[in-house]
C-alpha cells in the first residue's frame, strides 16, 4: 500500500515525445485507470513506472520517496498484457517467482491463487490454461510479493466481453482484498470508469484530468475528454447568464468555473449527454419541445441510442432506455432537456472536439460504446 | 577470437606488397579457379535447395507413408564427412572426377544444412497465415509461394547460406575428386612452397568473395517477426494430400537417401571386412575414437561459451554493431580449414606458446570455425524468450543474473543443446585444422582415415571411417529429433 506521485514525466524516443511532462498521484490502496487513445503514451508511462524504461525528466514518487533503480530494486510488479507467463514453469512455480525462500512456504502462492479463483491450479502448466486463466495467474504472480504497486497494461483486453466482465470485477474484488494500489491502463472508457476509483485521462503524453470517474464523466476538462469518456452531443451555443441557448433551446448551465468564463465569452460550446435527452410523440398541441426527425435507431439491448435531426438540421443523440415505446425511423418527435449542461468558451486555442480519429468531425458528435 | 585468422592473413598479405599480389592476382588460373569455386558454390546450393525443402515439405506438410524414417534419413548425411563420401564413390564409380561429381558428393553431403531448419519451420509455422490466404482465393501453389514460403524464408535463407560457405571451404571431396577450387590450391600452396604469398593472396580473396555473399544476404533479409506467439493453442500445420503422387515421392526420396546414404555404407561395408581383420587395429581405433570426442567435446565446449553472448545479443539489440559483429563471426567460416590451422601455428607460436601443442588450440580453431553455426543456433532459440518475459521476471525483484538462470536460460537450452550437438558433430568431421594443430602423437578418427587413404591403405581407413559415421550419428539424430519432424503428434 502506498502512494505514488509523477511529476513531469517526459520520456522520448529519439525525436518522438511519448511523455510530455505527466503528472499523476494515485492515492494509496486505490485503483487508478489511466485512459486513453492508443498511442497517447499509457504504456510508455507504465513502463516508465515499473523501470523498464529510463525518464528523461520529471520525477517518479513512491511514498514521496523518488524512485530510480532498475526494475528488481522498485518491487513494482507488472501484469502485461498477454499475461506472459513463464511458459517452462507450472503455475504454482510461476505464482512462487517473486517470492523469497520464507513466504514460498508460508502458503502465499496458495492464498493468492485462491484470491483469484484458481485454488488447485497450482500443478497445471500454462499452455493448459484458457486465456482468461492465464491472466489470473498473471494477476497472482505479480500480488504474491505483496508489492507497494501494481501495474496492469490492458489485461483483458484480448478477451471476449462476457469473460472480460466476469474477469474485471474478480481481478478489482482480489486487488481491494489485498489491499494493492493499482494502476490500470486501457482504451476501453467502460472498463476504466466501471471499475476504477480514479481516471486519468492521458492524451498525447500529457494528462489531462484525473478524478473519480463521475467527475470525469459528467464534468470533463475539455471537449475532446467528453467526447473521448463517453457518448456526447457537443452544440454550439450562446450564453446569457446562467442559460444557454442552443439549437434544442434553452438549457441550464452548470456552476462551474468554466461556464463562467463561456458566460464571459458569450459565444460557447456546450455538452450534453444523451441520456439527457428526453423524446416523446410529437403532443397534440405544440408545448415548445423541438421538433425532430428520427435518422437512426442503435439497439444495444438495455437502452438504444437514437439519432435525431433537429428542425435547423442539427444532429443530436439520444438514449432512451429498453422498454420504452419504440421509435420508427423518419417519424418526428419532440426533444426534451433535463439537467444541467456544461459550457466551455468557443474559443480556438482551446482542444476542441476536431481532435484526430476519436471525435466526429462536427459540432454534434456522439461516440458508440 | 574470430577474428585471429583475418589478421594473420592481413599480415602476411600485407608483408607480400602490392605489386606481388597483383602479380599473383591477374592470372588465367585465379580466374579459372574463381570461376569453378564460385560455380561450384552457386550448383550445390541450387541442387541443396531443391533437396533440402522439397523433402523438408515432403515430411512436414504431407501424408507421406513413413514421414518420420524420411525425416531421419534426410538428416543423417550430415553425419557423412564430405571426404568419405568422396572416397566411397571414388572407389566404387570409375572415373569418378571432375566438377560434376565434386557438386553430386557436396550436394548430397550437404542439404541437411537446409533440410533441418526448413523443417524445423515448416512444423513450426501459424496455420492461420495460410488458411487466410486460401479463403482470399489463392489455391495451394500461390499460397505456398506468397505466404509458406515467405515464412521459412529466413530458415532457407540461412541454410542456403550455410551450405554456400560450406562449399566454398570444402577441402577433402574436392580434393579427392581432383576438382582445383580455391581451397585446394590453397593447400598446394602451403603444402608445396616455402613461400606462402600465393596461397594467402587466394585465401584473401575466398574472404572477400565470402563478404559478398554475406553481405547479399543481409541486403536481401527482410524484417519479420522475431519471436515466439504467446498464448493461444498451436495447431498442427495444414497437410497435405498426395493421393497417386506419394508413391513417385517415396521414390525420389529413397533415391536420394540411397545415393547419400547407400553407397558410402555399401563401399565402407565392403572394405570393412578386410580393415578390422589385421591384428591391433582395434586398439588403435578406440584410442584415436577417444580423442575424437574429446577433442570434439573441448571444441564444442569453447563454441558454445563464446556464441551465447554473441547470439544472445544478436537477438536482443539489433542494431548495425550487433549485425557486423555476428557477420564478422561467419568470416572464419569460409575460410579453408588450412588457412585457420596455420594462422592458429602462427599465434600459437609468437603470441601464446603455452597454448601451442595443447588440445585448447585445436579447441580455439574449432571455435573460429564453428562459431556461425553456434550463434544462429543461440540467436534463434532467444527468439523462443521474449523479452517481456523478463521484464516481468526483473519487476518481481529478481537481478538480471537471477532472470538469465531461472527464464532465459532454461527456455533457450533445448536451442543451445540442438547447437552444441551441431558444433560437436562438425568438430568430429573437422580434417584439415585437426591436422595441422593436434598435439604431437594425438590421433583422431579423422586424421588416421587421411593418414591411410594418402598412402592408399583404404582398407586399413574403413574402420576409422565407420566408426566417425557411426559417433556423428548420434547427434545427427539428436538434432533431427529436436527439429519437430519427429514428433508423433505432428504425424496424424
Known amino acids: 500500500m502506498s502512494e505514488l506521485r509523477l511529476h513531469g514525466v517526459t520520456k522520448r524516443y529519439g525525436r518522438v515525445t511519448a511523455l510530455k511532462g505527466a503528472d499523476l498521484t494515485v492515492p494509496s490502496g486505490s485503483l487508478t ?31 514521496g520517496r523518488r524512485v530510480t533503480g532498475p526494475p528488481q530494486r522498485r518491487r ?75 501495474l496492469l497494461d490492458e489485461p483483458f483486453s484480448a478477451l471476449d466481453a462476457s469473460l472480460r466482465t466476469e474477469l474485471r470485477n474478480d481481478i478489482r474484488e482480489a486487488l481491494r482484498a489485498d489491499g494493492s494500489t493499482a494502476i490500470l491502463v486501457t482504451h476501453d472508457q467502460g472498463e476504466a470508469l466501471s471499475i476504477a476509483d480514479q481516471v486519468a485521462v492521458l492524451r498525447a503524453g500529457t494528462v489531462v484530468q484525473s478524478g473519480p470517474p463521475t467527475e470525469i464523466y459528467r464534468n470533463p476538462a475539455d471537449p475532446w475528454t ?35 468564463t463561456a458566460a464571459d465569452a458569450k459565444t460557447a460550446t456546450v455538452l450534453l449527454r444523451p441520456e439527457q435527452l428526453r423524446i416523446a410523440p410529437v403532443p397534440a ?56 449542461a456544461r459550457a466551455w468558451p468557443a474559443d480556438p486555442a482551446t482542444p476542441g472536439p476536431r481532435e484526430p480519429s476519436t471525435a466526429p468531425s462536427t459540432g454534434t458528435g456522439h461516440r458508440s460504446g | 577470437m574470430a577474428l585471429i585468422p583475418l589478421i594473420y592473413l592481413a599480415v602476411r598479405t600485407g608483408e607480400a606488397g602490392v605489386a606481388r599480389v597483383i602479380e599473383e592476382l591477374w592470372t588465367a588460373r585465379v580466374a579459372g579457379l574463381a570461376l569453378r569455386s564460385l560455380g561450384l558454390a552457386v550448383v550445390v546450393t541450387a541442387g541443396c535447395l531443391v533437396l533440402g525443402v522439397g523433402s523438408a515439405f515432403l515430411v512436414t506438410r504431407t501424408d507421406l507413408p513413413a514421414r518420420r524414417l524420411f525425416g531421419v534419413l534426410a538428416s543423417l548425411p550430415l553425419a557423412i564427412p564430405t571426404y568419405i563420401a568422396a572416397f566411397a564413390w571414388i572407389s566404387t564409380v570409375d572415373r569418378f572426377e571432375g566438377f560434376w561429381p565434386a557438386a553430386l558428393v557436396l550436394m548430397l553431403c550437404s542439404y541437411p544444412y537446409i533440410f533441418l531448419p526448413v523443417a524445423a519451420a515448416l512444423a513450426g509455422t501459424d ?63 602451403f603444402d608445396l612452397g616455402f613461400d606462402r604469398t600465393g596461397a594467402l593472396v587466394l585465401s584473401s580473396l575466398l574472404v572477400a568473395i565470402t563478404v559478398l ?54 563401399s565402407l561395408a565392403q572394405r570393412m571386412v578386410a580393415g578390422v581383420s589385421r591384428p591391433g587395429t582395434l586398439g588403435e581405433v578406440a584410442t584415436a575414437a577417444g580423442n575424437s570426442l574429446l577433442l570434439s567435446l573441448a571444441g564444442a565446449a569453447l563454441t558454445m561459451l563464446l556464441a551465447l553472448p554473441l547470439g544472445l545479443l544478436t537477438a536482443r539489440v539489433p542494431g548495425p554493431l550487433t549485425t557486423a559483429l ?99 558433430l562438425t568438430c568430429m568431421k573437422e580434417l584439415p585444422a585437426t591436422l595441422l594443430l593436434r598435439p604431437t602423437g594425438t590421433d583422431t578418427l579423422a586424421t588416421e582415415l587421411w593418414t591411410n587413404t594418402t598412402v592408399g591403405a583404404y582398407a586399413a581407413a574403413a574402420p576409422y571411417a565407420a566408426l566417425l559415421v557411426i559417433l556423428s550419428s548420434v547427434p545427427t539424430w539428436l538434432l533431427a529429433a529436436r527439429s519437430g519432424i519427429l514428433d508423433k503428434e505432428g504425424a496424424t
Open chain 1, 33 to 63: 485507470a489511466v485512459l486513453g487513445p492508443s498511442g497517447c503514451g499509457k504504456t510508455t508511462l507504465l513502463r516508465c513506472v515499473a523501470g523498464f524504461e529510463r525518464i528523461d525528466a520529471g520525477e517518479i514518487l513512491l511514498d
Open chain 1, 76 to 150: 513494482i510488479a507488472v501484469v502485461p498484457q498477454e499475461g506472459a507467463l513463464f511458459p517452462h514453469l507450472s503455475v504454482a512455480a510461476n505464482v512462487a517467482y517473486g517470492l523469497d525462500r520464507v513466504s514460498r512456504r508460508s502458503g502465499r502462492v496458495d492464498e493468492v491463487l485462491a484470491l483469484v479463483g484458481l485454488d488447485g491450479y497450482g500443478d497445471r502448466m500454462p499452455h493448459q490454461l484458457s486465456g482468461g486463466q492465464q491472466q489470473r495467474v498473471a494477476v497472482a504472480r505479480a500480488l504474491a510479493p505483496r508489492p507497494p504497486l501494481v
Open chain 1, 226 to 260: 467528453a467526447t473521448f469518456v463517453g457518448d456526447a452531443v457537443l452544440l454550439p451555443a450562446t450564453i446569457d447568464g446562467r442559460v444557454a441557448h442552443t439549437a434544442l433551446g434553452r438549457v441550464q448551465l452548470a456552476s462551474t468555473d468554466d461556464a463562467q
Open chain 1, 285 to 340: 398541441i405544440p408545448n415548445g419541445a423541438m421538433n425532430a426527425t428520427v435518422l437512426r435507431h442503435e439497439f444495444h439491448g438495455h437502452d438504444a441510442l437514437v439519432a435525431l435531426r433537429l428542425a435547423d438540421g442539427t444532429r443530436v443523440t439520444a438514449r432512451v432506455l429498453d422498454g420504452v415505446e419504440p421509435v420508427s425511423v423518419g417519424s418526428d418527435v419532440v426533444v426534451n432537456v433535463d439537467g444541467v
Open chain 2, 127 to 189: 496455420p492461420a497465415q495460410e488458411e487466410v490466404s486460401r479463403s482470399l482465393g489463392h489455391g495451394a501453389w500461390r499460397t505456398f509461394t506468397g505466404v509458406t514460403l515467405r515464412q521459412i524464408r529466413p530458415a532457407i535463407a540461412g541454410g542456403a547460406l550455410l551450405v554456400a560457405l560450406y562449399v566454398l571451404s570444402d577441402f577433402g571431396a574436392v580434393s579427392i575428386v581432383r576438382t582445383d577450387t580455391f581451397t585446394r590450391a590453397i593447400f598446394i600452396s
Open chain 2, 213 to 266: 555473399l554475406l553481405t547479399t544476404e543481409t541486403v536481401t533479409r527482410r524484417r519479420g517477426a522475431r519471436y515466439a506467439q504467446l498464448g493461444g493453442a498451436r495447431r498442427a500445420p495444414i497437410q497435405l494430400r498426395l493421393s497417386w503422387a506419394r508413391w513417385p515421392a517415396v521414390a525420389a526420396l529413397a533415391g536420394v537417401a540411397l545415393l547419400a546414404l547407400g553407397v558410402p555404407a555399401l
Open chain 2, 326 to 424: 555476428e557477420r564478422l563471426s561467419y568470416l572464419p567460416h569460409a575460410l579453408p580449414g588450412v588457412v585457420i590451422g596455420l594462422s592458429l601455428v602462427f599465434f600459437g607460436i609468437n603470441v601464446a606458446f603455452p597454448l601451442y601443442q595443447s588440445v585448447w588450440l585445436l579447441a580455439l580453431a574449432y571455435a573460429a570455425l564453428f562459431l556461425p553455426l553456434a550463434v544462429a543456433a543461440v540467436a534463434g532459440a532467444a527468439g523462443q524468450a521474449p523479452p517481456i518475459l523478463e521484464e516481468v521476471a526483473r519487476s518481481l525483484g529478481r537481478g538480471p543474473l537471477t532472470v538469465l538462470r531461472t527464464i532465459t536460460l532454461p527456455l533457450t537450452l533445448p536451442g543451445v543443446g540442438a547447437g552444441a550437438a551441431l558444433v560437436f
